[in-house]
Structures are given as structure tokens and as C-alpha cells.
């Protein structure tokens, strides 16, 4: 991603209520997943590391990988203490020992224009877990909703959850369990994305989809990812969303 938009990222991330009920629902996803103060969690992509306190907390000790020099400089400025390493994700196997970690994370990495090969790096995570540790994933929702937004972000594909099901079982992950999440920013993404569509494309790179709304509009939508944690609780899932989230084991 471009420089200013880690920026943006760093001063909002840790506030915001998208952000925040992310987080959330990560929590819920990995409940059980992993033995709290005795297992090691790698965020694979880990950009200004606002995830980092949370698997932290659930883990015991985390791990920050990115390949931007200026996202690991904003991540170190706002936790001295993180353990953070600069490497390609595509070639992460080669940063460490394999079966090095219990939890591996991705959140909306896979995306991206730099991603040459998102099967790749899924198998670079596959090699870097040991057998039954816990892969999570967050990416884009559907195609349909690209938009000025994802260009920002330098993003290049969204998924679907029956793809990244079997991008995940190609790659050697089984005991899947997905959902889609943010329900409630399908509607307005999709009249931004048909927007863009008719300028041919030509919508300017935006931002402002990770800036604060106004707190009433914030309450509102953070309440809304909450009934979604609810569903993931009683283990249903959110059939339709922004974006989406799978978690799996390594095959033993």
C-alpha cells in the first residue's frame, strides 16, 4: 500500500469501529484455537500492527511480518516492544523454521497488487505452522464491490468464500469455518462500486471509508458486527458481507 495510507491506518486503527469489530470477531474465531501465554502467532502482512496486542493477548507471544520498511517504522513507533521482522510474504517460509508457530494470520493481505500468486503464499503459511496449528484469513468480499477504495489500497482481486475454501484445502488446510462480515456496508459499497463503474473506472483512489464517521453512524455499525459475533457464537455465519473470514488447522 502507499505510504499515506499507512498513515491513516496507524492513526485510526486501534479506534475505529470497523477495526475494532474485526478484532472482535477474530477473538471468537480463534476462542480455543490456541493455548493462552504458551504458543507463538505470526501476522503474516502485518502493516502498522494493530493486530498485534490481540494475538498477543490470546497467544502468549506474536510476531509481525511486512515487506514495507515505512508500515514496520509506523508499527515499531506505536509498540516499541513488538517483535517485528521485514520479509516478503511470498517467500516467508525462508524467514523462518518451518512448524515455527500455533497460529498464523492474514488480514486482507492476499488482495493485493503485489500478491502475485495468493496460493503461494498460503503454502509459504502452511510450511511456516506446525501440523494442526490455526490459519485465520479476513479478505475483500466480491468482485462486484471493487471501487476507488480498493484501488487506494492497492487491492487487485476480492474473494468469495467457496474460492478461498478451496484455495485453503489445495494448500493443505482442513477444518475449515467461514463467514462473511459487515453486512451492513454491503449496500453502500455496492452503490460506490456501480458509481465507478459508470465514470468507466475513472472514481479517484478514497480513503475515506477508514476515516471516523460521525459516532452515532459509528454505534451504530459497531452494534451491527456485534449481532454478526453473536451468529458466529452459536456457530452460524453472516451469509453475505464486505468482507470475509475462513479459519482452519494445518493437516496433521
Do not use: K
Amino acid at each position: 500500500m502507499r505510504e499515506e495510507l499507512y498513515d491513516r491506518l496507524a492513526e485510526v486503527e486501534d479506534t475505529h469501529w470497523w477495526f475494532v469489530a474485526r478484532r472482535e470477531l477474530v477473538r471468537e474465531m480463534l476462542r480455543g484455537r490456541c493455548a493462552a501465554g504458551a504458543c507463538w502467532a505470526l501476522d503474516l502482512g502485518c502493516g502498522t500492527g494493530g493486530n498485534l496486542p490481540l494475538l498477543a493477548g490470546l497467544c502468549g507471544s506474536a510476531v509481525g511480518l511486512d515487506l514495507c520498511a515505512h508500515a514496520l517504522s509506523l508499527a515499531r513507533s506505536r509498540q516499541p516492544g513488538a517483535l517485528l521482522v521485514r520479509g516478503d510474504a511470498m517467500r516467508a517460509a525462508s524467514v523462518f523454521r518451518p512448524g515455527s508457530f500455533d497460529v498464523l494470520t492474514m488480514f486482507n493481505v492476499l488482495y493485493h497488487q503485489w500478491v502475485a500468486d495468493p496460493e503461494e503464499v498460503l503454502a509459504q503459511g502452511r510450511e511456516l505452522l506446525r501440523p494442526g496449528g490455526a490459519l485465520l484469513v479476513t479478505e475483500p468480499a466480491f468482485a462486484c464491490l471493487m471501487r476507488g477504495h480498493d484501488r487506494a489500497g492497492m487491492g487487485q482481486r476480492r474473494f468469495t468464500l467457496p474460492a478461498m475454501r478451496s484455495m485453503l484445502r489445495r494448500a493443505g488446510f482442513v477444518n475449515l469455518r467461514g463467514t462473511y462480515f459487515n453486512a451492513a456496508g454491503l449496500l453502500p459499497a455496492l452503490v460506490l462500486a456501480l458509481w465507478d463503474r459508470l465514470r468507466g473506472g475513472d472514481a479517484p483512489r478514497t480513503t475515506a471509508e477508514i476515516s471516523h464517521p460521525p459516532r452515532v453512524v459509528e454505534t451504530l455499525l459497531g452494534a451491527a458486527m456485534g449481532g454478526e459475533r453473536w451468529l458466529v457464537r452459536r456457530g452460524l455465519s453472516v451469509p453475505v458481507g464486505l468482507t470475509l473470514l475462513c479459519v482452519g488447522e494445518r493437516r496433521r
